[in-house]
């Protein structure tokens, strides 16, 4: 996500690292460089301007060059300024209706993503709510079946019109008395979509905000179209006074200028990033948390989430019993390996680690998640009694468990020798006793 970005403001700040003292030309040059990451990522040129200018501002203040650590002092202030360009502390996804039902409306250009948004939100409150998703196009009935479709897929209510339905406003009464029926408390509206602003469209979406007082007026933006994204964001907010974007598309090679200059330019805040086609693609939009990512300052919070999201149903006592006992199982890797899958594309993992552009520039194609498809195919391949005691897979054991596998022999010898060196730990783990232990060769 945003790698370019990312890349040219560790360049950026890299020009300060191991100076023990800045004069301002360092400070100018390193502000240079930002407002080119800026550029280069096709932030309007306006915030570019603004935003340098008070770093800069603020950077050359001789507290900061003075200071033992002038360049983490920078990096603290550019970190403040991003946070701030993108919201701040702004409110995190949704806000509710004080008395549901909380009435969702979600707008945006057909092809911005809008109909998977409308189900990744339902799915993501669907633990907490009974969300219902409702589709209000009349003439596209193919945008109908898709929603349902996906709704289908995610488990959460739908409502559309019937066949050679013309009545929006009747659709719209409809789907509220559907939902209060079914005690459905978050209703999201999938509107029209077009592939150009149009008076007519834009009508339309005005006639749904008045008949269904909608809590939330969302736009769905297409993060890879830059710039254009926020000239759709001004055109529709000057019709519908927004309250929310979502910028969808956010894993593709999007540069982060819909991202950096949204908020300054409609100030409406994003409170969506959409990050992948699959339902469960989307994050509730955190300034900081962009901040530190842009940064590389890694975002162990979402990092945190995802470990604690993969635990779950995770058979701890199991986990702790292997540690006393000092030894760990072919199962127990395989439990492993399994849970690290569970946590998604370990690219995207790398990243939210500090410096993860660093370690996924040097890890190459070893962050490959293919390759844990295959350590988890080698121990399929393996009997019990093998799982149990991989000492006795010897020369004809290996050549058969590759075959079963799909694999290679060496890619055997390697599920082994990673299983020896786990083993290795566990058992310095076992006997540590308060002491410090080493990770064994080659880890
Ligand atoms: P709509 O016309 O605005 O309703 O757009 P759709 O919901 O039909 O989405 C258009 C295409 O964009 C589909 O192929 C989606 O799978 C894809 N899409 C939506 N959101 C994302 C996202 O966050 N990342 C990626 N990679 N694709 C997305």
């Known amino acids: 996500m945003l790698d370019t970005l990312k890349k040219r403001f560790e360049k950026a700040l890299g020009l300060l690292k191991n100076k023990g003292k800045l004069t301002e030309e360092d400070v100018s040059e390193a502000v240079r460089e930002v407002r080119r990451a800026l550029l280069e990522g096709d932030v309007s040129l306006k915030v570019a301007k603004e935003l340098t200018q008070k770093i800069k501002e603020r950077a050359t203040q001789r507290e900061v060059l003075d200071s033992i650590t002038p360049a983490q002092q920078i990096q603290a202030i550019v970190y403040e300024e991003l946070v701030n360009l993108m919201g701040g502390k702004t409110s995190k996804g949704i806000v509710f209706a004080p008395k549901p039902p909380t009435v969702c409306m979600m707008v945006g250009l057909q092809g911005a993503g809008k109909t998977t948004t409308c189900v990744k939100i339902a799915k993501k409150l669907k633990g907490g709510h009974k969300p219902l998703v409702v589709a209000c196009d009349l003439k596209r009935p193919a945008a109908v079946e898709q929603l349902q479709i996906l709704a289908n897929t995610a488990g959460v209510g739908f409502?559309?019109?019937?066949?050679?339905e013309g009545d929006l406003k009747k659709l719209i009464r409809d789907a509220m008395e559907y939902a209060a029926s079914r005690l459905h408390d978050v209703i999201i509206l999938d509107t029209a979509g077009r592939l150009h602003i149009d008076d007519e469209l834009?009508?339309?979406?005005?006639?749904?905000?008045?008949?269904?007082?909608?809590?939330?007026?969302?736009?769905?933006?297409?993060?890879?179209?830059?710039?254009?994204?926020?000239?759709?964001?001004?055109?529709?907010?000057?019709?519908?006074?927004?309250?929310?974007?979502?910028?969808?598309?956010?894993?593709?090679?999007?540069?982060?200028?819909?991202?950096?200059?949204?908020?300054?330019?409609?100030?409406?805040?994003?409170?969506?990033?959409?990050?992948?086609?699959?339902?469960?693609?989307?994050?509730?939009?955190?300034?900081?948390?962009?901040?530190?990512?842009?940064?590389?300052?890694?975002d162990l919070k979402a990092l945190a989430e995802k470990v604690k999201e993969a635990a779950e149903g995770v058979d701890m006592e199991k986990v702790a019993k292997s540690l006393t006992k000092g030894k760990l199982t072919m199962e127990d890797l395989l439990q492993q390996i399994r849970q690290i899958k569970r946590m998604g594309p370990l690219e995207k993992i790398v990243e939210m680690l500090p410096g993860g552009g660093k370690i996924k520039e040097l890890a190459g194609s070893e962050m490959d998640d293919k390759r844990l498809k295959h350590i988890e195919a080698v121990i399929l391949s393996m009997t019990p009694e093998e799982r149990r005691n991989?000492?006795?897979?010897?020369?004809?054991?290996?050549?058969?468990?590759?075959?079963?596998?799909?694999?290679?022999?060496?890619?055997?010898?390697?599920?082994?020798?990673?299983?020896?060196?786990?083993?290795?730990?566990f058992k310095q783990l076992k006997g540590r006793k308060g002491k410090g232990f080493r990770l064994p060769k080659g880890l």
Do not use: C, W
């Open 159 to 164: 409502f559309g019109p019937k066949a050679g």
């Open 202 to 298: 834009m009508r339309e979406l005005v006639e749904i905000k008045e008949i269904a007082s909608p809590t939330e007026i969302m736009l769905v933006l297409d993060a890879m179209t830059g710039q254009e994204a926020i000239r759709v964001a001004e055109a529709f907010h000057g019709e519908l006074a927004l309250t929310g974007l979502i910028l969808t598309k956010m894993d593709g090679d999007a540069r982060g200028g819909a991202l950096l200059s949204a908020k300054a330019v409609a100030d409406v805040p994003v409170k969506y990033i959409g990050v992948g086609e699959k339902l469960d693609d989307i994050e509730v939009f955190d300034p900081e948390q962009m901040a530190q990512r842009i940064l590389g300052m890694g």
């Open 390 to 425: 991989p000492k006795i897979i010897k020369g004809s054991r290996r050549k058969r468990i590759a075959y079963g596998s799909g694999t290679s022999v060496q890619m055997v010898n390697q599920v082994l020798s990673y299983h020896k060196n786990m083993n290795e730990i």
